[in-house]
């Protein structure tokens, strides 16, 4: 049969601006939070992370933050470039001791110059 | 640091075959994991390795299996490779003490 491929959310922003990329995680335990980029032909690059005793985090550039109420988790670039164009992904762990990371199907971010 | 490397980069292969990739953690890390990304699926989980023992398995058939040496460096192998298990298979490692996983850059197999 024909593979379908998955359909992924697509932003769009102009060069200068802040984006705000979403994600709403499934498991109510997941006690941890990443956000990874990966563009076109290489691994997964780790951004930011936060756990779930936080509701915010900043990086350079990047901020982080979590609602577990609603379980949504948000990713905030600001300042946009073009060499942010990539897809973006959430991953949540599950909690214990675990080390398996769960994934949202991504968001593809392509900055406009 | 260096950081996670894999190989072979690239692979063909025809169905029928078995395949085994190798990762290199990255010095210090003692978790390896490994992931498939495919278009349709998006990245999942396949299993992770800490001390060379499995502990954690993901919903994949027992023809994908993975081993950890002492050293932390690990190896996948995938057997009676199907058409579907063309794909992106990505190694992560990351330090005992932490859950946070850095990605290598992947082998991407193709299977005819």
């Known amino acids: 049969g024909e593979s379908v491929g998955l359909h992924l959310p697509t932003l769009s922003v102009q060069e200068g601006d802040n984006s705000i990329i979403n994600c709403a995680y499934s498991n109510s335990a997941s006690d941890y939070f990443i956000w990874y980029k990966q563009e076109s032909g290489k691994g997964p690059q780790f951004i930011i992370d936060i756990r779930s005793n936080m509701d915010k985090r900043q990086g350079q550039r990047v901020t982080v933050l979590l609602n577990k109420t609603v379980k949504h988790l948000s990713l905030q670039i600001a300042a946009t470039q073009p060499g942010d164009s990539a897809v973006y992904f959430c991953a949540e762990d599950s909690g214990g001791s675990n080390y398996k990371l769960t994934f949202g199907k991504g968001t593809l971010l392509t900055v406009n110059p | 640091k260096a950081g996670v490397t894999q190989t072979p980069r690239y692979l063909i292969k025809t169905r029928g075959q078995q395949v085994t990739l190798s990762c290199s953690p990255i010095?210090?890390?003692?978790?390896v994991s490994w992931y498939q990304q495919t278009p349709g699926q998006g990245l999942q989980f396949l299993f992770e390795y800490f001390s060379e023992t499995q502990r954690n398995k993901g919903n994949f058939p027992g023809r994908f299996s993975g081993r950890q040496f002492s050293n932390s460096r690990s190896e996948m192998n995938v057997s009676t490779l199907e058409l579907g298990d063309s794909a992106l298979y990505l190694c992560?490692?990351?330090?005992?003490?932490?859950?946070?996983?850095?990605f290598g850059p992947g082998t991407r197999l193709l299977v005819l």
């Open positions: 010095s210090g890390h003692r978790s």
């Open positions: 992560a490692s990351s330090l005992a003490s932490t859950k946070t996983q850095y």
